[in-house]
């Protein structure tokens, strides 16, 4: 959407250019700055969105009435059936490529957006977690994204499965070394200020260190509106 330019920036960019993203640091390290920034960038891309939030909603609220969201989970119990239209699309998109003998899909990109996705990693394992491998493991290839936030830098969380099948890795500020680690495989995201991140692209070795920018949440809301019918719009 050329009338979007405004919603860009570099470090999004180039965030949204590989695959699946994974965004973990403390809480108040600046994770919901990032999933934002993430998702009006999806928005300037013409890409389609799926909204998980298990604690109330209010997180996505803004862009639930949006052209651009296809699916909104605002707790847990909402999360399989909005899964499931990802893994539908995904398997659709697999059907037509295998139809065409292509490997890669050139259909716009659906960004399946899961702000703490620990707890249905704790919660709801059984349930959950198999359709959230599917689309780890699968998802690339047909331009599902899968954009994982969490708080909770623990191997039950962040998986030898998930972590592997991460193309992009945005570490915001941890606790401790040892969650640094698990996060980007180095320690120093403990080192960071709220503000900065370690990031590691598709396609690179090591960890860069980076300013995070922040849209305001005037422009967040300017963006949401802009992609709300009138009939839903709340101003
Ligand atoms: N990149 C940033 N630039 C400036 N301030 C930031 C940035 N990231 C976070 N902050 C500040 O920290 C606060 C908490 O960030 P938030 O994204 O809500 O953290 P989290 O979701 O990890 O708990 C923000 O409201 C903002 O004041
Ligand atoms: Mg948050």
Redesign the pocket.
Known sequence: MSDMNFARHKFYTDLTAGGHVLVA?A???????VLNGLIVQAIANGAQLILLDPKGGTEFGIYRDTLDCIGYAADLDEFRPALEKAVSIMDERYRELAAKRKRTSEDNPVYVVIDEFGDMMSDRKKDLQPLLLKLARKGRAANVRLILAT?SPYKSIITGDIHANMQSIVA?RTLDKAASRLIISEIGAETLN??EALVRLKGEFTPHREK???YSDELLEKIALLRTPPSKRWK
């Not at 809480?27 to 700055?33: E, F, I, R, W």
Request: charged share 5%; proline share 7%.
């Open positions: 640091g809480t108040g390290s600046g994770k919901s700055v708080q915001l709220v503000g995070v920018p922040m």
